[in-house]
């Protein structure tokens, strides 16, 4: 996985997120990027149903921007972008869930919505998601 040169291993953020299996960003964590493992017990769609409808919940004005199914690393996934308010900011978000064998994967990506930096960090977000390779080498 593609990990950008200014962005560090956040180990707090790991510990504070259930089943998160790595979490990175920017210093200032203006940019995160989170990474969480579950074993799958429903299909595909209604599991990023669920996470969908709980970024509903953490997000004040969340917006669903779009949705689509594609594949990451080969495997079936959901993607949506979103926008929404937390800590005092907007956020413009990534969120990817991915079917792999009897484990769901789910990707977040979010950076500072309002910032003149979004459209270079949404594509750092987008190169890393772009990047995961379940092969190990």
Same mark, same amino acid.
């Given at each position: 996985?593609?990990?950008?040169?200014?962005?560090?291993?956040? @180990?707090?953020?790991?510990?504070? +997120?259930?089943?998160?299996?790595?979490?990175?960003?920017?210093?200032?964590? /203006?940019?995160?990027?989170? %990474?969480?493992?579950?074993?799958?017990? #429903?299909?595909?769609?209604?599991?990023?149903?669920?996470?969908?409808?709980?970024?509903? @919940?953490?997000? @004040?004005?969340?917006?669903?921007?779009?949705? @689509?199914?594609?594949?990451?690393? *080969?495997?079936?996934?959901?993607?949506?972008?979103?926008?929404?308010?937390?800590?005092?900011?907007?956020?413009? *978000?990534? +969120?990817? #869930? %991915?079917?792999? *064998?009897? /484990?769901? +994967?789910?990707?977040?990506?979010?950076?500072?919505?309002?910032?003149? +930096?979004?459209?270079?960090?949404?594509?750092?977000?987008?190169?890393?998601?772009?990047?995961?390779?379940?092969? #190990?080498?």
């Amino acid at each position: 996985m593609y990990k950008a040169p200014s962005w560090d291993l956040l @180990e707090d953020a790991r510990r504070a +997120l259930p089943n998160a299996v790595v979490a990175m960003g920017s210093h200032d964590e /203006s940019t995160l990027l989170v %990474v969480g493992e579950d074993k799958a017990s #429903v299909p595909l769609e209604t599991e990023a149903a669920g996470i969908e409808r709980r970024l509903r @919940e953490i997000y @004040e004005n969340y917006r669903r921007l779009s949705q @689509e199914k594609t594949t990451v690393a *080969g495997q079936p996934a959901i993607r949506f972008k979103y926008r929404g308010m937390a800590d005092g900011h907007d956020w413009s *978000g990534t +969120l990817v #869930v %991915v079917a792999r *064998g009897n /484990s769901t +994967l789910t990707i977040l990506g979010m950076t500072y919505a309002d910032t003149d +930096l979004i459209q270079i960090q949404e594509n750092v977000i987008g190169r890393a998601i772009g990047s995961l390779d379940f092969n #190990v080498q």
